[in-house]
């Protein structure tokens, strides 16, 4: 939340933190662009922070950063470069490069494809093209496509084919239509990106899904103050063991040596007593 985060669960426990106003809403936006696939980070989310809602914001490729400089998501799943002068960004993976063609296409023969066998191909390049070419491959089409989605449909019709991220061939899939990776192709990182002046805890949070740690993990996280101390104070388990086991050897060796003397002087006495028997003389009895 680009304001700062509220209250909800991290692991079990109750999260907190800093929040404006005394009732505000929490809440995580994540923006993402078409063809990347949140889920698995956001059912990770979910099972972390349960009482923090994650909201979705589909947003065009070309707009994505628009978004988050105008607070309309605190982080983003896009596809770089992205201006790192104004954004924070975490590169997470990048996309294999395919071409989309009808299903009996003559390139459909090889399992991969190189630019140079695209020479003589209508080669479609829509508006919203993500690939950042200094020159696409093969023959232009008369007029480009406003879109990828109506790029699909054009080679669909057999006008051209299309080159474009393995993902959104994924995402624009038709049955008539597949796709072989084009192995000297350019290709698409895709990245967490995030205003550097609005790095809230919510959104370390999410760093921390997107990277892979623990639920227990404090890297990059301070521990709390009060949990520090706390921990200083309870000594540990072996400790705690160790100092029972000697109190009770010190009081066992404090009991026997008690009974010890007990028995010793309970001697003494005896002997004594026997000794005083064993001394005394009998008087003769006078007689008559």
């Known amino acids: ?116 066998d695209l020479a003589d191909e209508t080669v479609l390049h829509p508006l919203d093209d993500v690939l950042g070419w200094d020159r696409p491959p093969g023959e232009p089409a008369f007029e480009r496509p406003a879109t990828t989605a109506d790029a699909v449909e054009l080679v669909a019709a057999g006008i051209g084919v299309l080159v474009v991220p393995q993902s959104l061939a994924r995402l624009h899939h038709r049955r008539d239509l597949t796709y072989r990776p084009v192995v000297d192709a350019p290709q698409s990182d895709v990245a967490l990106a995030w205003p550097q002046e609005a790095t809230t805890d919510l959104v370390e949070e999410f760093i921390g899904i997107v990277r892979g740690r623990t639920v227990n993990s404090t890297r990059g996280r301070p521990r709390p103050q009060a949990q520090t101390q706390a921990q200083e104070k309870r000594p540990d388990a072996a400790s705690a063991a160790r100092g029972a086991a000697a109190g009770r050897a010190g009081r066992g060796a404090g009991g026997r040596q008690r009974g010890g003397a007990a028995g010793s002087g309970r001697g003494r006495g005896a002997g004594g007593s026997g000794r005083g028997r064993g001394a005394g003389r009998a008087r003769p009895r006078r007689r008559s």
């Open 1 to 116: 939340m680009a304001g700062g985060p509220g209250s909800g669960r991290r692991g079990g426990a109750r999260y907190s933190g800093a929040v404006t106003g005394s009732d505000a809403s929490v809440s995580f936006r994540l923006a993402y662009v078409p063809g990347v696939i949140p889920a698995k980070w956001v059912r990770v989310w979910g099972e972390r922070l349960p009482d923090v809602p994650l909201t979705l914001v589909p947003a065009p490729a070309a707009d994505v950063c628009d978004v988050l400089r105008a607070s309309g998501a605190d982080a983003g799943l896009v596809r770089l470069p992205v201006d790192r002068t104004f954004f924070s960004a975490i590169p997470l993976y990048t996309e294999t490069t395919v071409v989309v063609v009808p299903k009996d296409h003559l390139l459909t023969v090889a399992d991969e494809v190189r630019l140079e």
